[in-house]
């Protein structure tokens, strides 16, 4: 089992920055996939960017964010997103998921979740 735990968010006019972290715990060796998806009200969760370990790491970014987010990953098995220059479009709940799947796309592939964190752009 794979606990993740977010932290981060907030509110920030457009143009602005936040940083998001999870901090993920529990069989966490068994992951394949390790990211952040985002959900507005009346829309499905769409995946922002994500870790994909197999052969390797390699990240995936969704077009709208790719120049303006970062995924990092410290050693302590937490995974940040550094968003940057936020327009009020990215306003949404974010979480942080898991899969120790291959598959990595879309948010029922998905096995562990956070509880969420808000991010409000103005």
């Known amino acids: 089992h794979v606990q993740l735990v977010e932290s981060g968010g907030g509110s920030v006019q457009a143009g602005g920055s936040l940083r998001l972290s999870c901090a993920a715990s529990?069989?966490?060796?068994?992951?394949?996939?390790l990211g952040w998806f985002r959900q507005t009200p009346g829309k499905e969760r769409e995946q922002v960017a994500v870790f994909i370990y197999s052969f390797g790491r390699s990240t995936r970014y969704a077009d709208s964010v790719k120049g303006r987010f970062t995924i990092s990953q410290d050693a302590t098995n937490t995974v940040n997103l550094q968003m940057n220059n936020l327009k009020a479009e990215d306003t949404a709940m974010y979480y942080c998921?898991?899969?120790?799947?291959?598959?990595?796309?879309?948010?029922?592939?998905?096995?562990?979740w956070g509880q969420g964190t808000q991010v409000t752009v103005s």
């Open positions: 998921a898991a899969d120790p799947s291959w598959r990595c796309g879309l948010a029922s592939e998905y096995t562990y």
């Open positions: 529990g069989n966490t060796y068994s992951l394949n996939c």
